[in-house]
């Protein structure tokens, strides 16, 4: 029960191609961006469609993987933990973040 205390799935299309550094001692990160769609109908009965938009993180051999195999477009499920951390923009504001960091992928198709 100990994996349940954070845990996300996801199930949605890939917004951009992964962007894939590698940093410090050769750790490779790809990130990316997944849309979730959902629909219902509002109290005059009106069919109302929402999007959301999710900031996913791959490290290490998800990374090579999502730079391999994923592109914009694809459909895709991914299980993984919610983090959040904030950084300082140039700007001067402060910026939080909250990204899913993916330990399991599956693909699923083209939109």
Do not use: C
Not at 20 to 49: C, F, H, M, P, W
Not at 81 to 88: A, F, M, R, V
Request: no cysteine; glycine share 8%.
């Amino acid at each position: 029960m100990s994996t349940l205390k954070n845990s996300v799935r996801l199930m949605g299309f890939v917004g951009n191609d992964p962007e894939v550094k590698v940093i410090g001692d050769q750790k490779k990160i790809a990130r990316l961006r997944i849309a979730t769609n959902e629909s219902y109908r509002n109290a005059d009965n009106e069919k109302v469609e929402q999007t959301q938009w999710h900031q996913l993180v791959f490290w290490g051999k998800q990374a090579d993987l999502a730079e391999k195999y994923i592109q914009k477009g694809k459909e895709i499920s991914v299980e993984g933990k919610l983090t959040s951390h904030s950084y300082e923009a140039k700007d001067g504001t402060k910026r939080y973040v909250t990204e899913v960091v993916v330990n399991e992928t599956v693909l699923l198709g083209n939109k």
